[in-house]
């Protein structure tokens, strides 16, 4: 089992900067392909951005690319996602997700198994 536990949603203003950062615990961390997804008021949850198990490699969905930058620290098993020049349209519950191993089809949700709780980001315009 892995539990993952999400903090750094907010408020901010168009524009504006926000870090979400994702503790994971009972599980190797360093086995994890993390993921960060998001779902808006009445849309389907969409990929965002994931970093691999190995090698710190990283995607990103075309609408965060070069805005968003995933990262993590597998000393302090944590996973973070630095959100700059934040739209209204980055508004959402932003979720961690967890797979082991995962090296393929790491934009598609069901491919991890484990998940937050998932945290607030309110973009005002």
């Known amino acids: 089992q892995v539990q993952l536990v999400e903090s750094g949603g907010g408020l901010v203003q168009a524009g504006g900067s926000l870090r979400l950062s994702c503790a994971a615990s009972?599980?190797?961390?360093?086995?994890?392909?993390m993921g960060w997804f998001r779902q808006a008021p009445g849309k389907e949850r969409e990929f965002v951005a994931a970093?691999?198990?190995?090698?710190?490699?990283?995607y990103y969905a075309d609408s965060v690319k070069g805005r968003f930058t995933i990262s993590r620290d597998n000393a302090k098993n944590t996973v973070s996602l630095q959100m700059d020049s934040l739209k209204p349209e980055d508004t959402a519950v932003y979720y961690c997700?967890?797979?082991?191993?995962?090296?393929?089809?790491?934009?598609?949700?069901?491919?991890?198994?484990?998940w937050g709780q998932g945290t607030q980001v309110t973009v005002s315009s």
């Open positions: 997700a967890a797979a082991m191993y995962l090296t393929a089809d790491y934009r598609v949700s069901r491919q991890y198994r484990y």
């Open positions: 009972g599980r190797t961390f360093s086995t994890l392909t």
């Open positions: 970093i691999l198990w190995y090698g710190n490699i990283a």
